[in-house]
């Protein structure tokens, strides 16, 4: 489907609004909810498998797991709000995961090929996912990063799910 045109450039309606946001919806956001997901599944199964359940609170830098509590816990202040999942992994940030993945990267590495290309490919999209997650548009060169760091992520939970000893647990 093809991307509606920012409502930015355009002269201003509440419809060029509505089709700006449900194109980036239909065409961005669930690509990066994918990826962001994709990445938390494998973190979480490949450290699970080395470290145990309790991986966390071996794997994940203080600071981090400091940064997650407090996010978890003005969510759970607010109950009326929905949670994020019941991982910690869900209260942190995409630079968050890549630092945890870098920490690990010799966890990881026996599952992942060259973790440190796939770091530097994740560091491609943060700006560009901050720019949907504020409710922008992205522009051409976000767009096709985007695209193409979720189809290589794809590939790559092929290419892991075929390997015997890599078992997804989901958060």
Do not use: C
């Amino acid at each position: 489907m093809p991307v509606a045109p920012d409502f930015r450039i355009t002269k201003f309606s509440v419809d060029n609004v509505k089709r700006s946001g449900s194109s980036v919806g239909r065409n961005f956001y669930w690509k990066l909810y994918s990826v962001e997901n994709y990445y938390r599944v494998i973190i979480h199964s490949v450290l699970s498998a080395q470290l145990g359940r309790n991986w966390w609170l071996i794997a994940a830098d203080p600071e981090i797991q400091k940064k997650a509590k407090a996010f978890k816990k003005r969510y759970l202040a607010h109950p009326w709000y929905t949670q994020q999942g019941g991982h910690d992994i869900y209260y942190i940030d995409l630079n968050d995961l890549n630092e945890i993945a870098r920490a690990n990267s010799n966890l990881l590495e026996p599952i992942i090929n060259d973790v440190d290309q796939w770091i530097l490919r994740v560091e491609t999209i943060r700006l560009p996912r901050n720019v949907i997650a504020h409710m922008n548009f992205p522009n051409n060169t976000d767009q096709s990063r985007i695209n193409i760091l979720y189809q290589d992520f794809r590939h790559l939970i092929n290419l892991i799910g075929q390997n015997p000893t890599f078992v997804p647990i989901i958060p």
